[in-house]
């Protein structure tokens, strides 16, 4: 099964909880704070494996937890960090945050790696917060919550070449005449519904030659198969314009031809100028030689080879030809290109988002926002001393206040996350 589309849900390790202890040895009197640190949680890390072609494996599997740090420990030991969790991802892999739709990452190459979901920093134990005024404190944080998002994979696959073309032009055809590809082969529309890949052989030169689904009018709005084959074409270094010249179905080529750069252009403005070649295909049916002479006369400077993928006829040296022009295109972007995109990138300074926000649901004052949030999960509230210490947190940062404008009074009903207590002036 070809899967090239899954969104999936991510998350990094929490960190481990810090520790409440005191040195407890013979002769050493008032020993002090020995409570250690939480380990870091683990990272989720995608790295790309050359041996997938397909996502199918997220499929059955769509839930990725890195494990959590471990917890500090009496005697002034930390815990140990968690291993991060490594997901093999195929060549071509886009990752994309589900709400954000911001590109995390983009894997090409074998080894590459990209950390999607940090782990979370491990909670600080008591020697972290001895002082000269409270030299034994009984305070620790709780670990760091990990990263967690929903993330959409996509599948761009790596071709040296792509066949593009309307539905039952030959794509599928002239593929398995030229690899030992063994695609679907039917006389009726849409027949590839997933792209089909195979390595042309030429002794001293090799390339993969992609064939994808056919293309129609309003592809690039994702109409028939538009989207699911307009992304794979992204990666090709060439292109293989397959026409039916005998015009089989009623279609003029010239009109075919116009039609699907068209699509090409109107999805990404870079395929057209990505290099072409044009395979004047069904050469051995009647009408294509007179077709082929118009479209040559209203195209005069298109690289044209006329072919028959089902006799395979001109089939060899159309072969030649692609290998002899991907010998001069280079295979990764030159320098000036990456000069070219260094250039147009543009930093804003982003607004420091609010700390709090404060809402009402019936008589709750609910408040929210991801750094009380997490304050709150990171606060040990068993604890007497660090509860009174959350209670200075909280009116440093303003939420006292903010909750007395907001209209709380004292007995009121206040949530933060999952924490619910009483508002007292």
């Known amino acids: 099964m070809f899967v090239d589309q899954v969104k999936v849900y991510v998350k990094g390790g929490d960190g481990g909880n810090g520790a409440v202890s005191f040195r407890r040895e013979k002769y050493v009197p008032l020993g002090g704070p020995a409570g250690g ?23 059955y599997q769509r839930h990725f937890k890195a494990p959590r740090g471990e917890h500090g420990r009496n005697k002034s030991q930390h815990g140990a960090g968690a291993e991060d969790l490594i997901v093999r991802v195929p060549p071509g892999t886009t990752v994309i945050d589900d709400d954000t739709k911001e590109v995390i990452a983009d894997l090409v190459e074998h080894g590459q790696r990209a950390v999607i979901a940090k782990g979370g920093r491990g909670g600080r134990g008591n020697i972290r917060f001895a002082n000269a005024s409270n030299p034994a404190p009984h305070i620790s944080e709780n670990g760091e919550p990990g990263q967690e998002r929903y993330i959409v994979l996509e599948l761009k696959l790596i071709a040296d070449v792509g066949l593009v073309g309307y539905p039952s032009v030959g794509k599928s055809t002239l593929l398995s005449s030229v690899t030992g590809a063994k695609p679907k082969i039917a006389a009726y529309h849409f027949t590839t519904l997933t792209p089909n890949l195979g390595v042309v052989d030429l002794g001293e030169q090799s390339f993969v030659m992609a064939d994808l689904p056919g293309l129609i009018e309003g592809a690039h709005e994702g109409v028939g198969l538009g989207h699911q084959f307009l992304r794979h074409v992204e990666r090709t270094r060439l292109i293989i314009h397959v026409i039916d010249m005998a015009g089989v179905d009623g279609r003029d080529p010239y009109e075919d031809y116009l039609q699907i750069n068209r699509e090409l252009k109107l999805y990404n403005l870079k395929l057209e100028e990505r290099p072409q070649i044009i395979a004047a295909n069904k050469m051995d049916l009647p009408e294509a030689a007179e077709n082929l002479r118009r479209f040559k006369e209203k195209v005069p400077d298109a690289k044209v080879f006329e072919i028959s993928a089902a006799t395979r006829q001109g089939v060899q040296e159309l072969m030649y030809a692609v290998g002899e022009m991907l010998s001069t295109i280079p295979d990764k972007p030159t320098v000036e290109e990456v000069e ?9 300074a982003e607004k420091e988002p609010e700390p709090f926000e404060i809402s009402r649901e019936n008589d709750v004052f609910v408040v929210s926002g991801e750094k009380i949030e997490k304050l709150v999960r990171m606060t040990n509230l068993n604890s007497y001393d660090a509860a009174q210490r959350f209670a200075r947190q909280m009116r440093s940062m303003g939420v006292d206040e903010a909750l007395r404008k907001h209209g709380a009074k004292d007995g009121d009903t206040v949530r933060i996350g999952n924490l619910e207590f009483d508002f007292v002036e």
């Open 37 to 59: 640190d939480g380990g870091k949680g683990g990272d989720v890390v995608f790295e790309v494996d050359e041996g997938l072609r397909t996502l199918v494996d997220f499929r």
């Open 340 to 348: 070219a995109v260094e250039e147009r990138v543009v930093f804003r």
